[in-house]
């Protein structure tokens, strides 16, 4: 029992659901051991010197998924065994990203008047005095012909002229 | 190496340097110019022949009889293509060019060894604007009695760019005897003494016609007070002390030591240096000495922005000559107050203007200005030049406060521009009783409209009230009974003079013939201080007291004014204030806020009120009883609760002066020592205020005494959720109060204090943390690292169950989408 794959390098971060794959290197024919795992499966494939910078193997039909490579072993007979672990996140995120999910964290999305626990803060402090704008403050303040004193005194209106 | 050549006055080298023929080639070009054959030319040296834009150059007119002819030489900075410095002198003596134009290398090359011109002894009398070899640099301003280092070149010694010493002299009164406790600085020690000087030094010239004339200067020194005996360089820390202080500042220049002074009106407090990291928030004041070249316009370009004129005092001349040079004005004091991003600077200039035998009058110039720093990291003073060549035959018609106007005394703008000395002089003239301005004294015009605009009633024009809270929905106070005036120092010194001289028979009539035979201190009900200016109606006019306004304090001469304040005065005071990290820390209970009201104290305001609106802070003053009521007003639109009153609060505002006493010398003595009061207020009254904030005591104490608080709600905070916030969102509390003369002595201006946390994330927080979103997306429309909470994975058929559950668990972990 065989299958066709295709091994790729991978240079993206596991926990990247679209992978950038570049051009892989295609193997017709991929036996897995005996009592293999779907999950962390064991291949055998013939060697090319290509394979030794690879680590990450697309697995056609019936496994249709994709792998981590985790372990390489060159065998005698001139044969690479592989081990796997799969990619859930890469096999089936055609199927999930249509789905609706409760996003708690974003990079690019933000609500930034949620307190957030995650935001690390210095037992000191700063503050900051805001002043009137100075225009205003001119006008508070005397000015050169500006009243500073006020004076209350009894005069009734006056009915005749200066004098003292 | 020197390049001389001579220029036309649109730049143009009319005449190269041959090789020393430029001497020759412009005095006979000068002999042209006495024989009317051309207009004017320059001579421009041109430094470096690398540096063919930087040069000294000069103008040359003509002027005089044949044969004492004196040519000036002036500045020609205004012209764009020779944005360098000047000489101005007199040159005596039409066969005397060649003589003085070698004399003006010579000083020069006294300066600068690059010019190699013979020295020659200088008698006559002129001034060298001399810049550096960059031509950028104004170093100094020689003249025949020495030198005077302009504080750029001060700033240029902090940064190390000469090799001149200034000893700057503290004179401590704080000690007994005062002392004086002097340092030198120099580029050696000036690096350990200012710490990292390029960063508070760094001359910035506006670009102006007069290049003398702007100046800024980042904070140039902060606590320069080094104690005897310690090093300079290991920056000792010592408490501030308080000290009437006086700067002394020596230029060594070529061996020859020229001192400057400045003093400081009254004690203030002198921070030392420390190593202690600078937080923020004060800048320490200190004192600085400005002396610039004056030139009248400059008081007329700067008129608006001088705050307060008048004769200040009177100055023997030993005391005048401390204060200024014969050839310069020194600014002989300034205070500062202000914080990071918002400086405040007021000068005081004392300007000579008359001189009475052994007595000069001085004209006390007070400067305030407001900058706005933000687009420049640190503060730093703005100065301006106001001051004038001293000369003991001033006369008073070619002043700029000219003793005599002219113009249309018909015209309401007219009269409302005189000075009070210029409108005596129109009083005695051509002014008659009917042209006297304001009110009817005593009691108003009965038939006036107090809402017409005439100004012939004493009630105020409610739509000279303006309308930020509608006063019109409050009601007027009749006059008639009691009558207020509004006096500014001046007329209140003028008042109590006036009460001194007044004629025998107007105390006779007060105390003993008017017909209730009261006391005359009856008649005066209140006399208060107020720190504010207090709006007023009216032209000014006399005052009458007494029955059937009989008798007035004041006759033609006696300059006696005042004006009918209004009964509540508006003052409106615009802040804007905006988020900082614009995320949930700007508010409670992260980020607190505090409102410093005068006179009232300081209160906590909930932050989320202050932000994205024209906050306003109102105050209704009532002069009939000197109370106030403060009111903190969100007037912004963002929010729809927008235009509410967010805090309110009483206070006393007017300071009593008593007023009661037996005889006249109680009254007097009390208006006078008021007024005395008031100067010292006017004077210091930045100086106060620069205390008050920088040093945190009014502002500083009830915030610090929450600032404990604060912390540890906003770390609470951090272990908590929105419910915390929420908890505390509503919060206002009171944190004191204070009223009367203390508070006087205070902060006069309302301000605004926001304590924030101060957040640390690392840079890249979103790409490996993410940033907190809690909605509902769909996975395909995202971009970058992503958590998710509960994702349902049943759609996944073909996986296993063990496959489903790896995969619920990368999401909700983690990954990148």
Known sequence: MSFSATLYNCSDDPRKAVKSLASGSPVASIVPTEACDILNPTFILNYNSSYATCNYIVVDAPFNRSYFITDMKIDIGKKIEISCAVDVLGTYWNQIKGNTVNVVRQENLREPYLPDDQYKIYTDFQNKTYLPNPTDIENLLAEDTGKNFIISYVGAPRTSGGGN | ?817
Not at chain 2, 288 to 294: A, D, Q, T, V
């Open chain 2, 1 to 817: 190496m020197i390049v001389n050549n001579l220029y036309e006055t649109n730049g143009r080298v009319v005449h190269p340097d041959t090789g020393g023929t430029i001497v020759d080639e412009f005095t006979r070009r000068v002999y042209e110019l006495g024989q009317d054959k051309v207009d004017s030319y320059y001579l421009g040296w041109i430094k470096k022949d690398t540096l063919p834009s930087n040069c000294l150059c000069s103008s040359l007119t003509v002027d005089g009889e044949e044969g004492t002819r004196t040519f000036t030489w002036e500045n020609i900075t205004d012209d764009a293509n020779f944005p360098c410095g000047y000489i101005s002198g007199d040159i005596e003596g039409a066969n005397q060019h060649n003589t003085t134009i070698s004399r003006r290398l010579a000083y020069i090359n006294q300066l600068y060894p690059e010019y190699s011109c013979e020295m020659e002894d200088i008698s006559t009398t002129w001034n060298f604007y001399l810049y550096d070899s960059t031509g950028e640099h104004l170093l100094g301003i020689a003249n025949s009695s020495g030198i005077t280092i302009p504080i750029k070149t001060f700033a240029r010694l902090c940064m190390g760019y000469t090799d001149a010493s200034f000893t700057i002299t503290f004179r401590d009164e704080s000690s007994s005897p005062a002392v004086n406790r002097h340092f030198t600085l120099t580029p050696d020690n000036l690096g350990n003494l200012m710490n990292d000087s390029d960063d508070y030094l760094e001359w910035i010239d506006e670009d102006d016609d007069q290049q003398t004339a702007h100046c800024k200067l980042r904070v140039a020194l902060r606590g320069f007070y080094v104690p005897p005996g310690r090093r300079y360089d290991t920056r000792p820390q010592y408490e501030p002390f308080n000290a009437q202080w006086f700067v002394k500042t020596t230029c060594t220049l070529n061996s020859v030591q020229y001192d400057h002074y400045a003093y400081s009106q009254s004690p203030d407090t002198i921070y030392p240096y420390t190593t202690e990291p600078y937080t923020g928030g004060d800048y320490n004041r200190y004192g600085r000495i400005f002396e610039f070249p004056f030139q009248e316009r400059d008081l007329h370009n700067f008129a608006d922005k001088i705050i307060q004129f008048g004769i200040h005092g009177e100055f023997t001349e030993t005391q005048l000559l401390s204060f200024i040079s014969s050839q310069n004005l020194y600014i002989v004091s300034n205070n500062i107050f202000g914080f990071k991003d918002n400086i405040s600077a007021a000068w005081a200039a004392f300007v000579p203007l008359y001189k009475f035998t052994d007595i000069f009058k001085c004209l006390c110039l007070q400067y305030r200005t407001d900058i706005d720093i933000t687009n420049y990291p640190g503060s730093y003073l703005q100065g301006y030049i106001l001051g004038r060549t001293y000369a003991t035959d001033v006369t008073p018609e070619d002043e700029f406060l000219a003793k005599w106007k002219t113009g249309d005394i018909t015209d309401p703008a007219f009269k409302k521009s005189l000075r009070p000395w210029q409108y005596e002089n129109f009083q005695e003239n051509d002014f008659t009783e009917e042209d006297m301005p304001g009110p009817t004294p005593g009691g108003g015009d009965p038939g006036g409209d107090p809402d017409d605009d005439d100004e012939k009633d004493n009630a105020p024009d409610k739509q000279d009230w303006g309308d930020p809270m509608n006063p019109s929905n409050g009601f007027d106070i009749p006059y008639g009974f009691a009558n207020y005036k509004a006096f500014n120092n001046a007329g209140i010194v003028n008042f109590a003079e006036r009460l001194w001289d007044a004629p025998d028979d107007f105390w006779d009539a007060l105390t003993i013939t008017n017909k209730n035979n009261a006391n005359w201190l009856d008649y005066f009900i209140s006399l208060r201080a107020y720190p504010y200016w207090i709006n007023s109606t009216g032209e000014e006019a006399n005052i009458y007291v007494g029955a059937g306004g009989k008798f007035y304090l004041g006759d033609e001469g006696t300059n006696l004014y005042a004006s009918n304040p209004q009964h509540i005065t508006f003052f409106v005071l615009n802040f804007s204030i905006d988020k900082y990290y614009n995320n949930f820390l700007d508010f409670a209970p992260y980020t607190k806020a505090y409102v410093y009201l005068p006179f009232s104290g300081t209160w906590e305001v909930n932050p989320k009120y202050l932000y994205h609106t024209t906050l306003q802070i109102l105050l209704k003053l009532d002069i009939t009883d000197g109370s106030g009521v403060w009111q903190v007003i969100r007037s912004g639109a963002e929010s729809a609760g927008s235009g509410y009153i967010i805090l309110e609060k009483q206070c006393k505002i007017g300071v009593e002066i008593p007023l009661s006493g037996l005889n006249a010398t109680t009254m007097s003595s009390n208006i006078v020592n008021a007024t005395l009061g008031t100067y010292q207020r006017t004077g210091n009254e930045m100086g106060k205020i620069a205390g008050t904030i920088t040093s945190g005591a009014a502002l500083g104490g009830p915030i610090g005494a929450t600032l404990g608080m604060a912390a540890g709600a906003v770390m609470t905070g951090l272990e908590n959720s929105v419910d915390m916030a929420n908890a505390n969102r509503e919060h206002i509390s009171v944190n004191g109060g204070m009223s009367g003369l203390a508070a006087a002595n205070c902060n006069v201006i309302p301000s605004i204090t926001l304590v924030r946390p101060i957040a640390q994330n690392p840079d890249n927080f979103p790409h490996t943390i993410g940033h907190l979103v809690n909605k509902t997306e769909t996975l395909s429309s995202l971009t970058g690292f992503t958590t998710c909470r509960n994702v349902d994975v049943s759609n996944v058929g073909q996986a296993t169950e063990k496959e489903k559950a790896q995969l619920k668990k990368i999401l909700e972990n983690g990954f990148y989408a």
